[in-house]
């Protein structure tokens, strides 16, 4: 692989530093080949050029060529000879030490990623890029550990990237893992998004026209691009919201970048005034960025007649701002900053969305470990929640443990439950892959008898912490009648 595709955009002495790397890389190790076909030098200049997607730093490009010298027989000799530094040498081995990891399926491998994540999170880029540049190259792999690589990389990874604001891997990951664990399912969507295709492209192309013309004569100097809502995530939404393909308003989306922050609160006024916006649509991420690091405003206008026949996802945003959208605060190199995202919770774009649901109150990488290893169990089973946060918990669970567990700010007053969109009981096993939303009145409705109905000492002990608060709201009511 050319050294231009990963080393672009460097300066003089960087450009250097990696490419002297990357010829020691092609020395040693241009000779010893992956089972998957390529050689090892190779493999490494892909997972390079995946990097720098994200990062310029030439200290994880470094490490990234020369990330599986370990498996030269001379790799440890090799290794001390490498022009490297001695901290690069050091991740190199602990990197090679996770290669073999099955953390979607083993709780003694995800302890193991855990403690190297939280510890040193420049490794959880290095492997982040590792696993995207395995997916893009899936057909190599015979299929059972394509299947493999694709639901880990779906269940674990995706998610990790969508936490850290990597949000280009994520999406790319998402919706190629998601071809590869659910053919038949990706492929019925992907039918429907074709079927839509040349009117969507013209809705767009209408509309970023009609909205460059409006912008410019306001003097706003701003690019316009545009996208379809991925298949994974229109296909989670359908599921979650029981909706029909037709039905997605953020479907079609334009991206208006322009140069700094008080230019797109013009252009959201701009835009609000030139097309209907819908009511409760409206999202300011960058008066309230996320915990990511993601900032951008979002807004859904409706059709408008001859220029657009669907609604539209607005997303604004300056130039350094879609850089970190992109690729979020890693490509700067805030580590400090990624070990917050990865500990935080809260967030609509984070680690429990895919993986597990992430206690607000951790404060420190020990907390963030405890959450990791009681949620994620060998004889788990996946599950999702109204705001496609996730939790895995043991066969068996109903829907009740699910809310309890999920949702315990809606059981109080909770008065049914939907799983995959439709109405069923609260004692209903689930199974893995549902949606399981709770739907709260106006009262308050918990009742003993639903302890009956859980499977789960986690999920009854939310229901008893209710029923002890009843209780004693009931006492206090009686000593203030008696008084």
């Known amino acids: 692989m050319a050294l ?95 290669r073999r990891l099955h953390l979607d399926e083993s709780q003694a491998d995800l302890d193991v990623a855990v403690d190297a994540f939280v510890t040193e999170p420049r490794l959880v880029l290095l492997r982040t890029a590792h696993r995207v540049n395995d997916i893009r190259h899936s057909d190599r792999f015979p299929v059972p550990l394509r299947r493999q690589l694709a639901s880990e990389a779906l269940h674990m990874y995706s998610a990790i990237a969508g936490r850290l604001g990597l949000h280009a891997w994520r999406r790319e990951l998402e919706d190629t893992c998601f071809r590869i664990v659910q053919p038949r399912i990706a492929a019925r969507l992907q039918e429907q998004f074709d079927a839509a295709a040349a009117l969507d492209a013209l809705c767009l192309q209408h509309t970023a026209d009609f909205l ?42 334009l991206r208006i970048v322009l140069d700094d922050m008080q230019d797109c609160y013009r252009a959201l006024g701009i835009v609000h005034n030139a097309m209907r916006p819908m009511p409760g649509k409206l999202k300011d991420y960058i008066g309230a ?39 979020g605060s890693l490509a700067h190199g805030d580590y400090k900053e990624a070990v917050y995202a990865l500990r935080a919770g809260g967030s609509r774009v984070n680690l429990s969305r895919n993986l597990l649901v992430l206690h607000a109150g951790s404060r420190s990488p020990e907390e963030f470990e405890d959450a990791l290893r009681h949620f994620f169990r ?63 009145g106006r009262t308050r409705t918990v ?28 006492q206090r009511a009686r000593k203030q009648k008696r008084g």
């Not at 996320?290 to 997303?315: A, C, D, F, M, W």
């Open 378 to 440: 060998e004889d788990h089973i996946a599950v999702f929640d109204h705001s496609s946060a996730l939790a895995h918990v043991p066969k068996g669970a109903t829907a009740l443990d699910v809310a309890c567990i999920l949702s315990p700010e809606r059981v109080s007053t909770l008065n049914k439950v939907r799983i995959n969109g439709r109405e069923r009981p609260l004692s209903t096993v689930v199974r893995d892959g549902d949606t399981v939303e709770a739907i709260g």
């Open 289 to 327: 960025p996320k915990e990511n690091g993601y900032r951008s405003i979002h807004t859904v206008v409706y059709p408008l007649p001859g220029i657009t026949e669907q609604p539209i996802e607005v997303q604004i945003r300056t130039r350094d701002m879609h850089e970190v959208c992109e690729f």
């Open 4 to 98: 231009a595709e990963y080393l672009a955009g460097l300066q003089e002495t960087q450009y250097a530093e990696v490419a002297q790397i990357g010829q020691f890389s092609n020395a040693v190790l241009g000779a010893i080949r992956r089972r998957s076909g390529e050689d090892y030098a190779c493999h490494c200049s892909e997972v390079a050029s995946v990097l720098r997607e994200a990062t310029a730093d030439p200290f994880l490009l470094g490490i990234a060529l020369l990330h599986d010298l370990p498996v030269h027989p001379q790799g440890e000799a090799l290794l001390k000879k490498a022009p490297l530094e001695r901290e690069q040498r050091r991740l190199i081995t602990h990197m090679h030490e996770l």
């Open 447 to 474: 009742e003993k008898s639903w302890l009956s109905m859980c499977e789960l000492s986690q999920g009854k002990s939310v229901l008893q912490g209710f029923l002890k608060k009843q209780v004693q709201r009931v």
């Open 212 to 253: 460059q013309r409006k912008l410019a004569a306001a003097g706003l100097r701003s690019t316009i691009d545009s996208r379809r809502k991925g298949l994974y995530s229109s296909y989670r939404k359908m599921a979650l919201k029981g909706r029909r393909f037709e039905e997605l308003t953020d479907r079609l989306a």
